[in-house]
């Protein structure tokens, strides 16, 4: 009688899977460096711009901003349609009363520099409430989305030697003007218009001239001579053979 058959060998148990590695933990992010700003040149400290120095015909437009946004949009308006770069000076009440104004003027291509928090005299104040001033409206136009440094202007224009040392001390340039168009004294009940303000500008053009022009309305008035004249001024240069660009070619 024959004896029990051998079994077939049991099949191997499949294999089973290794347990699955966990994931590497994510990297943290790294906080990015702040984007350097110029540096204020050795050859403007002791200054108060009022040209570039310059043989090219070359001339910089440019806008104080500190009371309204009246005449913004239609600068912003005429600044693109011709393709012209400009500098704009903002205190740092309008920056944060306009934050997405400063955006917008950014946004456009155009240079923005500080003009103080609160468009005091200088002359009356001491270095550290000067320093106080540029640093408290550097953060407002920052937090509007833009970097003014090391581009400024004093209030009015007033200023001394003493305190063109203590903007320089906080890494600022000063820079002011070959002309003041004067559209921010409005019509002069009348007697005034946006051919005045052409004019006036036409008459100091020369190489590395530097324009004032204001954002605002004239308080009294209303008028916007400024951005009236504006696109006249442009023609006209242009016609001259001239070109434009922003104050950053001082650094």
């Given at each position: 009688m024959p004896g029990p058959q051998p079994s077939e060998p049991a099949a191997p148990a499949p294999p089973q899977p290794e347990?699955?590695?966990p994931a590497p933990p994510a990297p943290e992010p790294q906080p990015q460096p702040e984007p350097q700003a110029p540096v204020l040149p050795e050859a403007l400290r002791g200054l108060d711009v009022e040209r570039i120095a310059t043989s090219q015909k070359l001339v910089a437009l440019t806008f104080d901003a500190g009371a309204n946004d009246a005449g913004l949009a239609s600068i912003l308006s005429t600044l693109a349609a011709n393709h012209v770069p400009a500098t704009f000076f903002l205190?740092?009440?309008?920056a944060q009363a306009n934050p997405a104004k400063v955006a917008q003027i950014a946004a456009?291509?155009?240079?923005?520099?500080n003009h103080s928090m609160t468009h005091t005299d200088m002359t009356t104040q001491t270095d550290a409430q000067i320093a106080a001033?540029?640093?408290n409206a550097q953060a407002a136009i920052?937090?509007?989305g833009s970097d003014p440094r090391p581009l400024f202007r004093f209030p009015s224009g007033a200023r001394n030697a003493r305190t063109i040392a203590a903007v320089n001390a906080t890494g600022y340039a000063a820079i002011r003007w070959t002309v003041d168009s004067l559209g921010w004294q409005g019509t002069m009940g009348g007697a005034r218009g946006p051919g005045f303000v052409t004019q006036r500008v036409l008459a100091a053009l020369q190489p590395g001239e530097?324009?004032?022009m204001h954002v605002g309305s004239n308080p009294d008035d209303g008028s916007t001579l400024d951005a009236a004249a504006l696109p006249d001024i442009i023609a006209q240069m242009r016609a001259a053979g001239?070109?434009?660009t922003t104050l950053d070619i001082l650094l």
């Open positions: 347990p699955a590695q205190t740092g009440r309008w456009a291509g155009h240079r923005i520099g001033e540029l640093a920052q937090a509007g530097i324009v004032l001239y070109g434009f």
